[in-house]
């Protein structure tokens, strides 16, 4: 069946990004959120993006409009009933996202490919919220989903290969590079190789090894990294580090290496008593 129209759920930054680069790869979109002020702030999300790129001399005005009007914002559900492609960008709970799921599968038609853009968490659990388990995938995008090239493309256990080709494909006509993930393993490729690194640079500064400066230093400059660990917690919030790394404690068998450090709990602490994660680290 060809695609021709894809959900998104979620308008956030990750939503707002994926439903962005469906739209500029020809794609009519639904995307969806649970209250307008969000649908909204998506949609202004994408139009300030597409202006700065038109005023780089990158896209004229005119694609830029056309972009914005292959894509539909909504607060319903029932909108996606004539999708044929879903891609769920809603925040990392497991729960949440089967609740998703279980709504989706009802919603869309039973050819319908569901797929979750989750950075960690169990495309097998999710899938099994659904009547179609096989034809649910991980398509993971990275943050800013319009610049980062990289989608990995993750295997439940009852995913086909069918479903997975097509998610595949998909990801390349929206212009990415997919990487297929094989197994579902908690972390998949990027986050298994990252949460470590983050975890290690917290604990050398908790054990006064180095200031935060210079250990993002060090690995810019060492490692060739464009960002330092504390520069990348900073940019995707530390709640989140601190949200994937319980999980993968939990799911890889309560490794001390997954243990989460104490200044990552403050941290994240501070935000909840009104200090921002995303741009905190140099700040804390």
Do not use: C
């Not at 800013?144 to 479903?163: C, F, Q, S």
């Not at 403050?266 to 200090?275: C, F, H, I, P």
Request: glycine fraction near 8%.
């Amino acid at each position: 069946m060809e695609i021709k129209k894809i959900g998104v759920l979620g308008a956030g930054s990750m939503g707002n990004g994926i439903a962005q680069v469906a739209a500029q790869a020809g794609y009519q979109v639904v995307m969806r959120d649970i209250e307008d002020r969000f649908v909204e702030n998506g949609l202004k999300a994408i139009d300030k993006f597409l202006a700065k790129t038109v005023e780089k001399g990158k896209m004229t005005e005119e694609l830029k409009k056309g972009i914005l009007s292959r894509i539909k914002g909504t607060t319903r559900m029932e909108d996606l009933k004539d999708v044929d492609f879903v891609i769920e960008a809603v925040f990392e709970d497991l729960e949440l996202k089967r609740g998703v799921f279980k709504t989706l599968d009802e919603v869309t038609g039973p050819h319908v490919i569901l797929t979750t853009n989750t950075s960690s968490m169990s495309v097998t659990e999710i899938a099994m919220a659904t009547k179609r388990p096989e034809k649910v995938a991980g398509m993971h995008f990275f943050n800013p989903a319009p610049l980062m090239k990289l989608v990995e493309v993750i295997r439940g256990y009852y995913t086909n290969d069918e479903t997975t080709q097509v998610v595949m494909e998909m990801a390349r006509k929206m212009g990415k590079e997919p990487v297929e993930v094989k197994r579902d393993t908690p972390g998949f490729i990027v986050n298994r190789l990252m949460i470590p690194h983050f975890l290690e640079a917290i604990r050398m500064a908790e054990e006064g090894i180095a200031s935060i400066e210079d250990i993002d230093k060090a690995v810019k400059l060492g490692l060739n990294y464009p960002m330092g660990p504390f520069e990348l917690m900073d940019l995707t919030g530390a709640d989140i580090a601190l949200h994937v790394t319980e999980y993968l404690y939990k799911e890889l068998n309560k490794e001390s290496k997954w243990s989460t450090p104490t200044l990552l709990r403050s941290m994240v602490r501070a935000g909840k008593l009104g200090r921002k994660t995303k741009g905190g680290w140099y700040k804390y």
